[in-house]
T-cell receptor, first 113, second 113 residues
Framework: GAVVSQHPSRVICKSGTSVKIECRSL??????MFWYRQFPKKSLMLMAT?????????EQGVEKDKFLINHASLTLSTLTVTSAHPEDSSFYIC?????????FGPGTRLLVL | AQSVTQLGSHVSVSEGALVLLRCNYS??????LFWYVQYPNQGLQLLLK??????LVKGINDFEAEFKKSETSFHLTKPSAHMSDAAEYFC???????????FGTGTRLTVIP
């Protein structure tokens, strides 16, 4: 089946620094990838839709200058959390869309101190 | 607007017993409905999906779900629980297909030996 990886799986950073999370489709190409955020005991919240070769589409309330998304190739999308603050601590999950199905990565847990 | 309600954040069943995970949706148009499973430290995996064809949908690992429009429900069932079914289960709704999902808060299934 289609496999999506994320790197890193866990990251701890200091407040004010930036963190980049990678999402890769390992055995297929995806023109569309999604980024979600999951709070403890909460739903997955869609943050943005990432389209290869074009600007990402952000959901209402998500700061595009805070969460930079780059989808430079058909197998890689990156999410950069800029000037991270403790309230950005969360579980970030990506997915890749192909053949009417979303395939999800294992998630990245971010802790900002 | 679309939303999903999963009743019961935790469900425990004995091995071999019936599994029933509840999902009710709200959608202004005929919905697409999905069930995903998340095993520890892994990404979400699609169990099954309803896309306006047969109301009883069969998925992987003997799971099935029935779309009931009158009850706005899409409950997930499995006749006999296995220990390997212990995981987090998410119901999701979309009005446009798998590229625009709204997730429930998830139900953690525990299987008791």
């Amino acid at each position: 089946g289609a496999v999506v990886s994320q790197h890193p799986s866990r990251v701890i950073c200091k407040s004010g620094t930036s963190v980049k999370i990678e999402c890769r489709s390992l055995d297929f190409q995806a023109t569309t990838m999604f980024w979600y955020r999951q709070f403890p005991k909460k739903s997955l919240m869609l943050m943005a839709t990432s389209n290869e070769g074009s600007k990402a589409t952000y959901e209402q309330g998500v700061e595009k200058d805070k969460f930079l998304i780059n989808h430079a190739s058909l197998t890689l999308s990156t999410l950069t959390v800029t000037s991270a603050h403790p309230e950005d601590s969360s579980f970030y999950i990506c997915s890749a869309f192909v053949v009417e199905t979303q395939y999800f990565g294992p998630g990245t847990r971010l802790l900002v101190l | 607007a679309q939303s999903v309600t999963q009743l019961g954040s935790h469900v425990s069943v004995s091995e071999g017993a019936l599994v029933l995970l509840r999902c009710n949706y709200s959608s202004s148009v005929p919905p697409y409905l999905f069930w995903y499973v998340q095993y520890p430290n892994q990404g979400l995996q699609l169990l099954l999906k309803y896309t306006s064809a047969a109301t009883l949908v069969k998925g992987i690992n003997d799971f099935e779900a029935e779309f009931k429009k009158s009850e706005t429900s899409f409950h997930l069932t499995k006749p006999s629980a296995h220990m390997s079914d212990a995981a987090e289960y998410f119901c999701a709704v979309s009005k446009t297909g798998a590229n625009n999902l709204f997730f429930g808060t998830g139900t953690r299934l525990t299987v008791i030996p």
